[in-house]
Nanobody
């Protein structure tokens, strides 16, 4: 089993940047496909980005328009979501997740494909 703890959220003005961290313990981040999701009040959980277990495959949601970067640091056993040019509509609780697809090259986009979740970190973007 893996435990995930997110950090790095906060309040930022529109146009600003944040880097979210997801520290893993119990297993290494390279043992899983890793994903970021977000959930705004009154809305369903939404896919943000994912990386396959092998690290060869990455996906990002189209809504990000290239503003978000997902990276993995095996040495620190941590994954990161660097967010630039933030908009008020990016306001949400951001969750890190770990999953075990059969293929090491699969980076799942569905929340139901992830078994382990962190507690979330709040990102608020003011206009």
């Amino acid at each position: 089993q893996v435990q995930l703890v997110e950090s790095g959220g906060g309040l930022v003005q529109a146009g600003g940047s944040l880097r979210l961290s997801c520290a893993a313990s119990g297993r290494t981040v390279s043992s899983y496909a890793m994903g970021w999701f977000r959930q705004a009040p009154g809305k369903e959980r939404e896919f943000v980005a994912a990386i396959s277990r092998s690290g060869h495959t990455t996906y990002r949601a189209d809504s990000q328009e290239g503003r978000f970067t997902f990276s993995r640091d095996k040495g620190n056993n941590t994954v990161y979501l660097h967010m630039d040019s933030l908009k008020p509509e990016d306001t949400a609780v951001y969750y890190c997740a770990a999953g075990s697809p059969m293929s090491p090259y699969t980076a799942p986009k569905g929340a139901d494909e992830y078994e382990y979740w962190g507690q979330g970190t709040q990102v608020s973007v003011s206009s």
